[in-house]
């Protein structure tokens, strides 16, 4: 198994993430009856969003705290919501990477996951 190398592997990542999320009793509601993600637009926007996390490229513009927490006064996001996001995440990471940017990717999911969660509460 190899590491996140490529736009290409991320695009793997993000595809396959959100196929499970889509399908997820606990969170894939929020996505598509809360959120109405339209997924041909979501899609290229978190491969730009992690390809800036993950190879330090300033490819995604936008504001996803601000669209969290808008969303958040639409239906309850709680803690459960980001465990199994993160649940998520961390299973499609290890389904298809391993390597220092594949862990990089796992903590930096927990890290955005536990902030968004912060600033939804205290919003």
């Known amino acids: 198994m190899k590491d996140i190398t490529s736009r290409a592997d991320i695009e793997?990542?993000?595809?396959?993430?959100?196929?499970k999320v889509k399908k997820d009793p606990t969170i894939g509601y929020i996505f598509n009856d809360v959120a109405k993600v339209n997924?041909?637009?979501h899609?290229?926007?978190m491969y730009s969003f992690w390809e800036?996390?993950?190879f330090n490229v300033a490819s995604f513009k936008g504001n996803p705290?601000?669209?969290?927490?808008?969303?958040?006064?639409?239906?309850t996001i709680a803690s459960e919501h980001f465990d199994k996001w993160l649940l998520l995440w961390d299973?499609?990471?290890?389904?298809?990477?391993?390597g220092e940017r594949a862990s990089n990717a796992k903590q930096r999911g927990k890290n955005i996951a536990g902030v968004m969660l912060y600033k939804i509460q205290n919003n």
């Open 91 to 98: 299973q499609t990471i290890d389904a298809h990477f391993k």
């Open 65 to 75: 705290m601000s669209a969290h927490i808008v969303l958040s006064k639409k239906t």
């Open 39 to 41: 997924w041909d637009d």
């Open 43 to 45: 899609l290229p926007k």
């Open 12 to 19: 793997l990542l993000v595809n396959s993430f959100y196929f």
């Open 52 to 54: 800036s996390i993950l």
